[in-house]
Structures are given as structure tokens and as C-alpha cells.
């Protein structure tokens, strides 16, 4: 395998976060999704604006993955207030880890996953959590492998259509 290389986003690589972004969500969801739903979430998930404030919010980070020159996937983590549901003082929340699908299969989300653990041992949270669409049984099986474990449920609004996420968490110190 070649290796990938993990490198922090800064706000001027924004256009490039934001086709990346755009890219993964929609190779991964679209075809489960009505092109109306989809359109109208890239929209607001990835409007620049949005993602300006965003990169400039001290509570989140994003990571690229490269491969040779090009950017395969990327890495969204949020602590403090800027996660979405918990916002538990001492926890890191991977809101997104999002692989091309040529790329799937060669230990990048690893890769990434493995990035936002490192900065959880240096932050000393009390735990890792994430939300992860019920019906997508590659990504649960990823997070299992991982240790993470199922706590709880919530709905995720797409356009119109009102989607289950599986609540997971790991705890650091176990």
C-alpha cells in the first residue's frame, strides 16, 4: 500500500475542503437519498460560509488525508461547544471521517481514525463519540473494530427525510 500522508487544513485550503467534502458525502449517500435531499444538505452542510466559520473555530479541526499530491479524504473533530450534541467539557467528537470511494479499503479511514485518537490522548479526554447513519453497516463495523459501542440514538434531518444515527462512544481510560 502507499502511504498517505495527514496534514492539518488551514483556512486558505477551503475550496479544496469544500470539494472534498461535497464529493464524499454524495458518493456515499446519494444513491439512498432523493437528489432533491441531497442537493438542498450539500448546500447547507458545505456552503463556504458555513465552513469558513468552521475552520475558524478554535473548537474544530480538519485533517486531509494525501495520497502522492492528491487529497483522498479528510478528518472533522470537534471539542467544547462546537460538538453537536454532547458537548461534554472532556470529549472529542470525530463529527467526520470521509474516504473517496476509489480509496476505500486501503487503511485510510484507519489512517484518519487513527489521527483523531492521538490528539484524544493529547487533549486526556474522558471519551471519543461519533454518530453514524444506522444503515451504514461499513462504517458501525469500522468503529466496533475500533471499540467504540453503541449508547444511544438520534435523528438526523436530510431535506426532508428524517434519518437515524447510532449514538457511539469509547472511553479513554478503560
Not at 4 to 19: C, R
Request: aromatic residues 12%; hydrophobic residues 40%; negative net charge.
Amino acid at each position: 500500500m502507499r502511504n498517505a500522508t495527514i496534514k492539518k487544513v488551514a483556512p486558505e485550503n477551503i475550496e479544496q475542503l469544500q470539494k472534498i467534502s461535497r464529493q464524499t458525502f454524495f458518493e456515499s449517500f446519494a444513491a439512498a437519498n432523493t437528489e432533491a435531499n441531497m442537493q438542498d444538505y450539500l448546500n447547507r452542510a458545505f456552503s463556504m460560509e458555513k465552513m469558513r466559520g468552521e475552520l475558524v473555530d478554535e473548537n474544530s479541526e480538519f485533517y486531509f488525508a494525501f495520497m502522492d499530491d492528491k487529497i483522498i479524504g479528510y478528518l472533522k473533530i470537534n471539542f467544547g461547544q462546537a460538538q453537536t450534541e454532547l458537548q461534554h467539557e472532556n470529549a472529542l467528537e470525530i463529527e467526520r471521517i470521509y474516504v473517496l470511494k476509489e480509496f476505500h479499503g486501503q487503511q485510510i479511514g484507519q489512517l484518519l481514525y487513527e489521527k483523531a485518537a492521538e490528539i484524544a490522548k493529547q487533549k486526556a479526554v474522558d471519551y471519543m463519540w461519533l454518530g453514524v447513519w444506522e444503515e451504514n453497516p461499513r462504517a458501525i463495523r469500522f468503529y466496533q473494530k475500533n471499540g467504540f459501542q453503541a449508547f444511544d440514538k438520534h435523528i438526523f434531518t436530510l431535506g426532508d427525510d428524517e434519518q437515524i444515527d447510532i449514538m457511539m462512544k469509547l472511553h479513554m481510560h478503560d
